[in-house]
């Protein structure tokens, strides 16, 4: 079973941008991330197919969010960018193995990290 730590989280104001982490203890063909706000269900907001780079976003980050893959190890990044409140959230990491690399469903994914605070203040 995978492993997955992530990184990079921390306090932000409106407007400003953060970098998420996530390293992988083997490699993995799909990873993405997701994110739960207090009283809300988590939410994919992006994924990538390690393969192949390619991405899926949920609308609601789309031009704001970049994935990424690492180049030299088993890592994931997500490029936050013009943040506001409601991206507040624990983000985590999750990984999915299978024939095929899945979109934004909770279900298509086995393995989750701990998770890393966001908070973006006004």
């Known amino acids: 079973q995978v492993q997955l730590v992530e990184s990079g989280g921390g306090s932000v104001q409106a407007g400003g941008s953060l970098r998420l982490s996530c390293a992988a203890s083997?490699?993995?063909?799909?990873m993405a991330w997701f994110r739960q706000a207090p009283g809300k269900e988590r939410e994919g907001v992006a994924r990538?197919?390690?393969?192949?780079?390619?991405?899926i976003y949920a609308d609601s980050v789309k031009g704001r969010f970049s994935i990424s893959r690492g180049n030299t190890s088993y890592a994931m990044y997500l490029q936050m960018n013009s943040l506001n409140s409601e991206d507040t959230g624990i983000y985590y990491c999750?990984?999915?193995?299978?024939?095929?690399?899945?979109?934004?469903?909770?279900?298509?994914?086995?393995?989750w990290g701990q998770g890393t605070q966001v908070t973006v203040s006004s």
């Open positions: 990538i197919n390690i393969r192949t780079g390619s991405p």
């Open positions: 083997v490699y993995v063909y799909c």
């Open positions: 999750a990984a999915a193995h299978g024939a095929f690399c899945p979109g934004l469903g909770l279900t298509d994914f086995n393995a």
